[in-house]
């Protein structure tokens, strides 16, 4: 499915670039390959909170806390590894994450408005499944589940 949507206000797309800059803290990242075809850097960046919480309950009684189960093939369980945990990205490049963050917290506030006007049911699929993140985790790019930056890549449409 293909979206797009033309009606971003001026005073957010006045300052997109100049913003995602700014979260570099001036150092150099976007590359015009038509200057130098010799140079390949390409950064993609994934800010995501990944989830392991796969412990499969088909077949668990109803009646039972899954707390309170235990398996017997298995000495124990280590509930620690069922909770959410930031990327590495997201680990390594904490000061680029919260600056994207404070940067385009007005952008990201505006697609989630139009999402939810105008693509009602995918918007409330996609906030089911953000706000089963156990821990009650809320993302700054509500109501998707990861933020990726590309820098000097060409893609097509995933």
């Known amino acids: 499915m293909l979206f797009a949507c033309s009606s971003l206000p001026e005073q957010i797309h006045q300052n997109l670039c100049s913003s995602l800059l700014a979260c570099f803290d001036g150092n150099e990242v976007l590359v015009d390959e038509k200057l130098d075809e010799d140079f390949h850097n390409q950064d993609c960046l994934h800010f995501s909170l990944w989830n392991q919480y796969i412990t499969n309950g088909d077949d668990a009684p109803s009646h039972i806390h899954p707390h309170d189960m235990a398996r017997l093939d298995v000495s124990c369980t280590n509930y620690s590894q069922c909770l959410p945990y930031p990327s590495r990205d997201t680990l390594q490049h904490q000061q680029l994450y919260r600056n994207i963050q404070s940067s385009f917290e007005e952008l990201f506030q505006w697609i989630e408005q139009v999402i939810k006007k105008c693509l009602p049911r995918e918007y409330d699929v996609l906030v089911e499944l953000a ?20 820098l000097n890549v060409s893609t097509m449409g995933h």
């Not at 706000?131 to 590309?150: A, C, I, K, R």
């Open 131 to 150: 706000q089963d993140l156990p821990g009650g985790y809320v993302l700054p790019v509500s109501p998707f589940l990861s933020l990726v930056v590309n």
